[in-house]
C-alpha cells in the first residue's frame, strides 16, 4: 500500500490550494479515504473523508469551504481548499481504510494507511 500526497504549500488568506494523494496497492476499490492535518502543538484533526461510494464529509471547521472528491479510475483524491485562513496551516496527511471499506468515520482510528504528509501554509 502506498499513499503519495502533493498540492501543498505556501499561500495568503483567502487563496486556494488544492491537495492530491494517489493511493495504490489495495485488492479492490472499496477505499475510504480520508485527510487529517496537524497544527503545531495540536493533536492530528480529521478535515473530511469519503467513503468508497463517493460520499464525502467534512468538519465543523472547513465544511463549505473545502471539497473533497475521489477518482476510482486514477486512485486519486483531491482535497479542493478555498477561502483558507491561517488556522487552517499544518501538516496535512492523506489516510486510507481498504480493501473493503463502505463507509467511515472522521477519526483517526478508522484509518489504517497513512501517507507522509504535505505542508501547508497561510
Known amino acids: 500500500v502506498q499513499l503519495v500526497e502533493s498540492g501543498g504549500g505556501s499561500v495568503q488568506t483567502g487563496e486556494s490550494l488544492r491537495l492530491s494523494c494517489a493511493f495504490s496497492?489495495?485488492?479492490?476499490?472499496?477505499?475510504?479515504m480520508g485527510w487529517f492535518r496537524q497544527r503545531t502543538g495540536k493533536e492530528r484533526e480529521g478535515v473530511a473523508a469519503?467513503?468508497?461510494?463517493?460520499?464525502?464529509r467534512y468538519s465543523d471547521s472547513v465544511a463549505g469551504r473545502f471539497t473533497l472528491s475521489k477518482d476510482n479510475n486514477q486512485n486519486i483524491v483531491y482535497l479542493q481548499m478555498n477561502s483558507l485562513r491561517p488556522e487552517d496551516s499544518g501538516m496535512y496527511y492523506c489516510a486510507a481504510r481498504g480493501p473493503n471499506c463502505y463507509s467511515v468515520l472522521l477519526e483517526r482510528r478508522y484509518f489504517y494507511d497513512w501517507g507522509q504528509g504535505t505542508q501547508v501554509t497561510v
Open positions: 469519503i467513503d468508497s461510494y463517493g460520499a464525502p
Open positions: 496497492g489495495y485488492s479492490n476499490d472499496r477505499v475510504c
